[in-house]
């Protein structure tokens, strides 16, 4: 059975960090890209970051891009999201997600399965 379990989540006051993590398994992890989506209350859900099956491409949307860097372990399985210079905008449930395939994505429709998501929020 799959899963992804996402940890890291919290609350800080803006300008700090967080490093969220998630674990996967279930299937062959180095088989697909990885990414991270985002859902802030009564706001549709936002692709933040991915990355492929290797690394050697990645996502950012634009609001993060310079601020939080998306990796991941193949040994271990696990996909991270190292965010800095958190603001109040970040603010959200943040979910854990395998694409459809290898190719880094972009798009909540290439999003093949998602976790449970880990709560962030920021403070002013």
């Known amino acids: 059975q799959e899963q992804l379990v996402e940890s890291g989540g919290g609350s800080v006051q803006a300008g700090g960090s967080l490093r969220l993590s998630c674990a996967a398994s279930?299937?062959?992890?180095?088989?697909?890209?990885m990414g991270w989506f985002r859902q802030a209350p009564g706001k549709e859900r936002e692709v933040v970051a991915a990355?492929?099956?290797?690394?050697?491409?990645?996502y950012y949307v634009d609001s993060v891009k310079d601020r939080f860097t998306i990796s991941r372990d193949n040994r271990k399985n696990t996909v991270y999201l190292q965010m800095n210079s958190l603001k109040p905008e970040d603010t959200a449930v943040y979910y854990c997600?395998?694409?459809?395939?290898?190719?880094?994505?972009?798009?909540?429709?290439?999003?093949?399965?998602g976790g449970q998501g880990t709560q962030v929020t920021v403070s002013s």
């Open positions: 997600a395998r694409g459809r395939g290898p190719v880094v994505w972009a798009t909540m429709e290439q999003v093949g399965y």
């Open positions: 279930g299937r062959p992890f180095s088989n697909y890209a």
């Open positions: 990355i492929s099956w290797n690394g050697g491409s990645t």
